[in-house]
């Protein structure tokens, strides 16, 4: 009988050492999955501003493209003074007429395009993120129960050693 008690301490020593081994598995996969996490949030950040440096170069190209329709449009006015003087008024007006409100259907057409490619923009990365972040939560739940898997059958195999045959 001396030799059962040894045998249960045996046991409950190699038990608590899993234990401990499963716990610094468990901190080493967190500590790598938070710094994955960070990587990932890093390049999504950098993903973010170059977004916002393209809407802000766009909203340059949108306002430089109204300045030059205010600018033909005052160009324009003074080539039709000029013209009605000379009286080749008719045709020519209707032609820039025509050309401002091209250019300015332009300008609004792009100005839309761009805020709903920035809506939609943002919307994928909120719902990237998100998805990232579900992602991360299962891929620890999962490691946490594969490491509590291994402890277990690592306890079972202790105690199967353990019984009398």
Same mark, same amino acid.
């Given at each position: /009988?001396?030799?059962?008690?040894?045998?249960?301490?045996?046991? !409950?020593s190699q038990s608590a050492a899993a234990s401990e081994v499963h716990q610094q598995l468990l901190r =080493?996969?967190?500590a790598r999955s938070a710094l994955t996490a960070r990587a990932k949030a890093a390049t999504v950040q950098k993903a973010l501003q170059d977004l916002e440096t393209l809407f802000a170069a766009m909203g340059r190209q949108y306002d430089d493209l109204e300045d030059g329709a205010q600018h033909d449009a005052r160009t324009g006015s003074?080539?039709?003074?000029? /013209?009605?003087?000379? $009286?080749?008024? $008719?045709?020519?007006?209707q032609? /820039?007429? !025509?050309? #401002?409100?091209?250019?300015?259907?332009?300008? =609004?057409?792009?100005?839309?395009?761009?805020?709903e490619s920035?809506?939609?923009?943002?919307a994928a990365q909120e719902a $990237? #993120?998100? #998805?990232?972040?579900?992602?991360?939560?299962?891929? *620890?739940?999962l490691r946490e129960l =594969? #490491?509590? *898997?291994?402890?277990?059958?690592? =306890?079972?195999?202790?105690?199967?050693r353990s019984l009398p045959r």
């Open positions: /009988m001396p030799s059962a008690p040894s045998e249960r301490e045996s046991f !409950w =080493r996969d967190r003074r080539r039709m003074d000029r /013209m009605d003087r000379e $009286g080749t008024h $008719g045709q020519a007006m032609s /820039m007429q !025509w050309r #401002l409100s091209e250019q300015q259907a332009t300008s =609004r057409q792009l100005r839309t395009e761009l805020a920035l809506y939609q923009e943002q $990237g #993120l998100r #998805l990232l972040t579900d992602a991360q939560v299962h891929e *620890l739940e =594969r #490491l509590q *898997l291994a402890a277990s059958e690592h =306890r079972n195999s202790q105690l199967s």
